[in-house]
């Protein structure tokens, strides 16, 4: 018995323990390889400790997304005050329908920032620093998170996941303490 649990531990490594194959050896990839969003990627991958609640680097990678789909507009344009150049937002009302609720949050969030459909990202950390603005902007951030994870429900984070290996070492260590107790 002694010698078995260890074989057992060694088998259930070698058949789901490590990585499996893959035959395809491409260079650079151009296309992301699932059809999920931003968000969701980030509440997978990202945030290790917490797997399956999305963090402030998820809505800035939807904004990103929303620009890359043209639902919002970026550009720069010189301030002659500061002799920089100050980052822009135009907003792209007609694509708004075909967002999810957690883009729709996203997109909303910044429109209530802006100013007749443009919003001047150089300020918007002064507009923040405001209380009111703040708890209000943190409220949407809760309510986006809520609704990335509902997404994340909908398909089942237990998805993304194959535990089968773990399940069975698992498995194998509970009949292991228990037939050491019987003996």
Known sequence: IPFL?????????????REPKVDYDGIY???LPTDDSPAVVNA??????????????GFEATILSLIDRKVLDLYSKENSETETHDLFLTFNY?????????????????ENFADDGTLNL?????TLQNSF????????????QSHVIFELDDNGVESYFNDTGSSQMFGLA??????????
Request: proline share 3%; net charge negative; charged share 25%.
């Open 29 to 31: 990839e151009r296309e």
């Open 5 to 17: 649990s260890p074989i057992g531990a060694i088998i259930i490594y070698l058949r789901h323990g």
């Open 44 to 57: 997978l991958v990202d945030n290790k400790s917490d797997i399956g609640n999305p963090n402030m680097k």
């Open 94 to 110: 007609d694509s708004k329908n075909e967002l999810s609720d957690s883009e729709t949050i996203v997109f909303d969030t910044l």
């Open 122 to 126: 150089s300020t918007l950390n002064d």
């Open 133 to 144: 603005n703040a708890g209000w902007f943190a409220d949407q951030i809760k309510n986006w």
């Open 174 to 183: 509970i009949f292991g303490i228990v037939l050491g107790i019987a003996i």
